[in-house]
């Protein structure tokens, strides 16, 4: 997998996300959950947000971006924004095409393969966010 450095301008556009799917203020996980700002998280069994999986080998967990970051002592209050989302998230060196799909890859990355899309490049800079949460897989 080719792992896309999220931009360190990244940021979110307001009328994507006054519209998009929006998951308040859950609580983080705590040792070996750490996140950054906008990166792709999910929901576990506990309710506690984590970072996204995908270890194409046997689990596909995906319900968002995070809004704020989370270190390792967890019990932090998070947004997760979904489905809808429009993010500045790509570095202009990259050059993505649009119509690039981006799935879960390394801890608040995003890699140009994977099991399942969940966001798609709409120009050079920005993507938007083409899975809604609750996305679970089994992969074979």
Do not use: H
């Amino acid at each position: 997998m080719a792992a896309v450095v999220k931009s360190t301008k990244a940021g979110y556009d307001a009328i994507s996300a006054s519209k998009c799917i929006v998951i308040p203020e859950l609580l983080t996980a705590g040792i070996g959950a750490a996140f950054e700002k906008l990166a792709p998280v999910y929901i576990d069994s506990d309710g506690e947000v984590r970072p996204a999986t995908d270890d194409s080998t046997n689990e596909l967990n995906f319900d968002g971006f995070a809004m704020s970051e989370n270190d390792s002592t967890g019990g932090l209050p998070c947004t997760i924004m979904g489905l809808g989302l429009i993010m500045e998230w790509l570095e202009d060196s990259d050059d993505y095409t649009p119509g690039t799909r981006f799935y879960v890859g390394a801890t608040n990355q995003l890699e140009t393969t994977g099991t399942t899309p969940v966001a798609m490049a709409i120009n050079n800079k920005e993507i938007i966010v083409i899975a809604a949460p609750g996305l679970r897989a089994a992969v074979a």
